[in-house]
C-alpha cells in the first residue's frame, strides 16, 4: 500500500493539494487545487464529459444550479430521508457516524437495527477517543446544508444541492421539448454538491463541498437491465483509461436495506485508496422514482416504438471528481530505483496529465532560441506545455517526472545546425531525435 501521507505531503509541494484556508490557521477538511492540480481535475473532467456525453449515442450535456427551489428536496425524498445516525461523546465532544462505529468496533451490520438498538450497542462500550463512557443518544441529521435566502435574513430556507441529479430530473420536460430526444437516451453534468457530513476525512476522499459526474440514462421499463450492464461495461473501460488497475479496485452489489432510498439495484465501484478500501463511485437503477414524484403529476413522454406515453426508468453513475483524483494519483505516483538514486514518476496517462510536455534550453546560452520554439509550441494547441530552466539538465528530468509530464524536449547547440530536439520519454526514459516541425506529430503519436 502507498504512504498516504507521503502522497499528501508530495500533492501540496508540487502545487496539487493544498489545505483550505491555510493562512488563517485552516479549515477543517476543506482543500484547494494548486496550478497543478486545476489542470489535472479539469482534465478529468473533460475525459469523463468526452468519454461519457460526446462519444456515446443520444447523450446530452447539461450544467443546472446549485440552489433549487426547496420542494425539490421535500418531493425527491431528500428532507425525510438524506440522513444518517450520529452520536456524540458527551465528554470529550467527538461525533461518530453511529453505522460506521458499529461497524468497525462490533464488526455488525448497521442497517437493519434501530435506533434504540444502535444506542444500547454503542453504549456498552466506552468512547476510543477519552475512554469515558458518557454517549449521547443515536439520533439522525439531516446532510443538506440550509441556509437563509431572504433579504431579512427571516425564512426562505433553501438548501445547497447534496447531488446533481436532481436538476436534470426537474427540467425533464424542457429537455424533452426543446431537443425531442428518443429514447434511450442520456444527460450528465459535472458541477459541485455539498453534504454536512457527520465525519468527513481521509483527505479529499469524504469532504463536506464536492464535484460530482452524474449521468442519468432515461430508457424504457423493460430496457433497465440491458441499460444497467451496458454502463458496467462503460465504467470498466473508463476506469482503465484513467489508468486504474483492475486489482485495484472491486465491485460491490449493494445488500437490499442498504439501499438510498431512490434505488432498486446499486453497485458501488470502491477503490483501494492508500488509507484502505473506499467508494469510488455508485451505479444505481433509480428506476421510476424520480421522474414519478416530481410536480404532482408523472414526467413522461412518448415512447417512439410504441406511441405509449410512458415514464421512462433512470439509470444514473455517479461519480466523485475528488475520489477519482485521489485514485488516479496514488495509482500514479511510483517510485524507482535508477542507478541507485530514487525517482518519483507520477504515471498519468497523457490526456490527463497536468503539462503535455516541458520545454528546455541544453544550457542558458540557448535561452532564447529554446524560448522561441516554445512559443511555437504553444500556438500548435498540444495542450498546456511548460518552459523549465533551474537546476542540471537531470534535476529538470526528475522534476518533470514527479509532475507527470509525458515529454521533455531538449533544445541543444546541435539543434542550430540540424533543427532537431531531443525528446525524452518520462516513462522508459529513452531518447529520440526529432525535427522541430514534427514535434506535435512526434508527441501525439507517442502519446499513451
Ligand atoms: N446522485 C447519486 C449520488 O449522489 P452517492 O453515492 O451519494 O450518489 C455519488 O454519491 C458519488 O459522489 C460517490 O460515489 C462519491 O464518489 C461522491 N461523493 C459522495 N459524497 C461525497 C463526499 N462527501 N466527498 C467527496 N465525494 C463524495
Known amino acids: 500500500m502507498k504512504d498516504n501521507k507521503e502522497i499528501i505531503s508530495f500533492l501540496k509541494v508540487k502545487g496539487f493539494v493544498f489545505p483550505g484556508s491555510e493562512i488563517y490557521g485552516g479549515l477543517a477538511n476543506s ?10 481535475k479539469d482534465n478529468i473532467k473533460n475525459l469523463w464529459k468526452s468519454f461519457f456525453i460526446d462519444q456515446q ?43 460506521f462505529f458499529i ?30 463512557n458518557n454517549w449521547t443518544d443515536v439520533r439522525i441529521f439531516n446532510l443538506m446544508f440550509k441556509f437563509d435566502n431572504s433579504k431579512l435574513g427571516e425564512g426562505d430556507e433553501i438548501y445547497l444541492r447534496p447531488e446533481t441529479a436532481q436538476g436534470i430530473f426537474i427540467n425533464f420536460l424542457n429537455i424533452i421539448n426543446s431537443i425531442n430526444p428518443k429514447l ?18 481521509n483527505f479529499i476522499f469524504r469532504t463536506k463541498e464536492f464535484e460530482q459526474l452524474e449521468l442519468e440514462y432515461f430508457t424504457t421499463k423493460n430496457g433497465e437491465e440491458v441499460a444497467f450492464d451496458h454502463y458496467i461495461g462503460l465504467i470498466d473501460i473508463f476506469l482503465e483509461k484513467v489508468g486504474l488497475s483492475k486489482n485495484n479496485f472491486r465491485k460491490q452489489d449493494i445488500a437490499k436495506e442498504s439501499l438510498a432510498h431512490y434505488s432498486s439495484r446499486t453497485i458501488d465501484y470502491e477503490y483501494n485508496f492508500p488509507f484502505g478500501w473506499g467508494e469510488l463511485l455508485g451505479l444505481a437503477n433509480r428506476r421510476q422514482f424520480d421522474l414519478s414524484i416530481h410536480s404532482g ?35 500514479a ?51 498546456p506545455i511548460t518552459y523549465v530552466t533551474s537546476g ?6 526528475r522534476k518533470q517526472d514527479a509532475i507527470g509530464t509525458p515529454f521533455v524536449i531538449t533544445y541543444d547547440f546541435d539543434a542550430l545546425e540540424d533543427n532537431s530536439v531531443t525528446i525524452r520519454h518520462r516513462d522508459t526514459m529513452k531518447q529520440a531525435r526529432v525535427l522541430i516541425k514534427d514535434i506535435k506529430t512526434y508527441i501525439l503519436n507517442n502519446a499513451k
Open 57 to 99: 449515442p443520444n447523450t446530452f450535456h447539461f450544467d443546472s444550479s446549485i440552489m433549487l427551489n426547496k420542494k425539490v428536496w421535500e418531493v425527491s425524498g431528500h428532507l425525510a430521508k438524506f440522513v444518517d445516525p450520529m452520536i456524540d461523546c458527551k465528554e470529550c465532544k467527538i461525533r461518530y457516524r453511529a453505522d
Open 31 to 40: 482543500w484547494d487545487y494548486g496550478p497543478l492540480g486545476a489542470l489535472l
Open 297 to 331: 403529476s408523472k414526467l413522461g413522454m412518448r415512447d417512439s416504438q410504441t406511441n405509449e406515453f410512458i415514464v421512462p426508468s433512470v439509470i444514473e453513475t455517479s461519480f466523485g471528481v475528488e475520489r477519482l483524483f485521489y485514485a488516479i494519483i496514488s495509482e
Open 184 to 201: 434511450p437516451f442520456g444527460i450528465g453534468q459535472v458541477g459541485k454538491a455539498f453534504r454536512n457530513e457527520v465525519t468527513p476525512g
Open 333 to 383: 505516483y511510483t517510485k524507482e530505483d535508477v542507478d541507485g538514486e530514487e525517482r518519483i514518476v507520477l504515471k498519468l496517462p497523457f490526456k490527463i496529465a497536468p503539462y503535455k510536455a516541458a520545454v528546455t534550453p541544453l544550457t542558458n546560452k540557448l535561452d532564447n532560441e529554446a524560448q522561441t520554439l516554445f512559443n511555437e509550441l504553444l500556438e500548435q494547441e498540444i495542450g
Open 392 to 397: 542540471s539538465i537531470g534535476k529538470r528530468y
Open 103 to 132: 461497524e468497525e468496533h462490533f464488526e455488525k451490520n448497521p442497517d437493519s437495527m434501530s435506533f434504540e438498538e444502535m444506542s444500547e450497542l454503542i453504549h456498552s462500550m466506552d468512547c476510543p477517543s477519552c475512554k469515558k
